[in-house]
C-alpha cells in the first residue's frame, strides 16, 4: 500500500517509558525488517568484533546505548531508520534532542500500566514539534487494562484523537488473537506452547463473518464484536491529516513479545508516517528535494573509541544527495569539513557510507570541531536550522575535585560532555567552581563514572543555591548589564558565554521574572 511518487525513508524514534518493550520491540522490527536474522543476535564479523566490544564495553560502563544509536532496516523498498532514544529511568537533553531528527514517533504503552510519566514527558516533546506519533500498546498477551481505558487515557491524558486500527480478543490468559480493523483480518497464536504469532492472518468479510465463529470461542467472538463495534463508533474515524499534524494517533494493540502487531506497525509507518518534510531554518526552510546537501547535528558523542580522542557527530540530512568525501561547509565559522568516513548504522555494523539520503543520519568522525546545533551545507549560504534547543536544567550541581591539580582536565571533560548535550556546564561570575546541570538525577551518577573511565578525574558533585537556571535576553543590553550588577551572586556564563540566571527556587523565579518585564526569561535557548 506504499504511495507512489513519496522518497523512501522513514525516519522516526520509539517514545516510552522504561520496561514497556521498546527494546523488544526494536529487535523485532530489525528482525521482521530482515535487518537482523534472530531477534536479539548480534553477527560480529572480522575486525568489526573487536571495535564492537570496545563499544560495548562503554557501552556497559556508562549504562547508555551507544552502539544502537541509529538502526536502518529497508522493507518493501522503503528504508526505514530507527533512532534510539536512551532508555533511562531519566531522560536527559540527548533524547530531546534525537527527537529533533525525526519525522515520526511510535509510543509503545505497556498494557497493564496506561500512559507512564516517561511517555508523556517524551509527547510532550513530540507535540512541541508537532511530530505524528503511532502508538503501539504492548504485552497483550498478559493480563492488562480494557483496551476502552487505555484508549481513553491516551485521549485524556495527552489531548489527542485516538483512532483504534486493531483491536485484541481477550488479554492475558483469554488472549486469542489481534483483529485488524482496517484490513479485517484475524491474527491467531500458534496453538503450541510459545502462542506466538507465525504469521499467518485469515482474511475475513467483516466482524460478522460466521467463519469467525471456527477461529474464536463463542465468548471470545461476542466480546470482540461487542468491543470493536462500540470501538469503530466510539473513537474518531482514521484521519490522515489529523494524524501528520499530531492531532490523531492510530492506535494497534500487539505483543513485541510473542511478534503479534509488529508487521502491522510496520506497514502502518511504510503507510501513513511522514518521508522527510522541509526542515525549519532561518532565513529560510529547506526542501529535501533541493539538490543540495544540507543537514543539522543533533548529537555528539565523545570517546567511541578509548584509543582514540575521537568523537562522532550525528548529522541529519535535510536535502541533497550525500556522497562519502564531500566537503561542507560549518555554518557560522566558515570551516570547510572533508566528510572522508561517514557512518552508517546498520543495525549493530558500523559501514563505511557511500551515499545518503534526506531522512538519513551520518555519523561524521571529528575531533571536537562539531557540535550539537551545527547546520553543514553544501552550498555557501548562511542558513541555520532552527529548533534544536537546550533546555533549562532541574538539577544545578557544583563540581567538586578530588585532586585539585586536575582543574584542567576537568574542564576539558565538562566541555566535552557539554559539547556532547548530556548535560549543561555554567560558569558562575562569582567564584572558581563550575556547575552542571542536568535535567534528570541519573545523569549525574554517568557523568561522575565517566568523568573517572574516560578522563581520569575523580570528581563529586556538591548541592549548590540554585534549582535552576533561566536564558536571559532583552532588547536593552543596559537592561542586561543592569540585572547582572544587580544578581552576580546568581549570574553564570553558559559555555557560549551566554548570560544565565541561576535562581534559588520556582517562587523566586516567579518574583524576580516579574520584577523585570523588560528581560527575557527564557527555559530553552536555541542555538544562533
Ligand atoms: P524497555 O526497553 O522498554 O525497557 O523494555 P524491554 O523490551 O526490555 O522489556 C521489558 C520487559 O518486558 C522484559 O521482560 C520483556 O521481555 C518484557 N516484554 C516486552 N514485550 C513484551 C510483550 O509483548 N509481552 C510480555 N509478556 N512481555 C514483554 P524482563 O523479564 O524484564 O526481561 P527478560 O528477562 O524477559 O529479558
Partial sequence: MSKPNRPDRRTFAIISHPDAGKTTLTEKLLYFGGAIHLAGEVKARGQNRRARSDWMKIEQQRGISVTSSVMTFERDGITFNLLDTPGHEDFSEDTYRTLTAVDSAVMVIDAAKGIEPQTRKLFEVCRLRSVPIITFVNKVDREGRPPFELLDEVADALALDVCPMSWPVGMGGQFEGIYDLARDRLHRPAADATGAYEGDAASVAGLGDSQLEDMLSAQGLALLREEAELAQVGYAPFDETAYLNGDLTPVYFGSALKDFGVEQLIDALADFAPSPRPQPGDPRDVDPSEPQVAGFVFKVQAN???????????????????????????????????????????????????????????????????????????????IRFTGIPNFAPEILRRVKLVDPTKTKQLRTALNDMAEEGVMQVFVPQIGSQMVVGVVGQLQLDVLISRLQAEYKVDAAFEPSPWDTARWIASDDPKAIAEFEGLHRSAMAADRDGAPVFMAKDAWELNYITGRFPNIRFSATKERH
Fill in 304 to 382: 567511541m573509541n578509548p584509543q582514540h580522542r575521537d568523537r562522532v557527530a550525528f548529522m541529519r540530512l535535510c536535502s541533497g544527495k550525500f556522497k562519502r568525501g564531500m566537503k561542507l561547509n560549518q555554518v557560522g565559522t566558515g570551516k570547510s569539513i572533508a566528510v572522508h568516513s561517514p557512518i552508517l548504522f546498520f543495525a549493530q555494523n558500523r559501514e563505511l557510507a557511500e551515499e545518503a539520503f534526506p531522512g538519513d543520519i551520518i555519523g561524521i568522525p571529528n575531533h571536537g570541531t562539531l557540535r550539537v546545533g551545527d547546520t553543514l551545507l553544501e552550498s555557501g549560504e548562511t
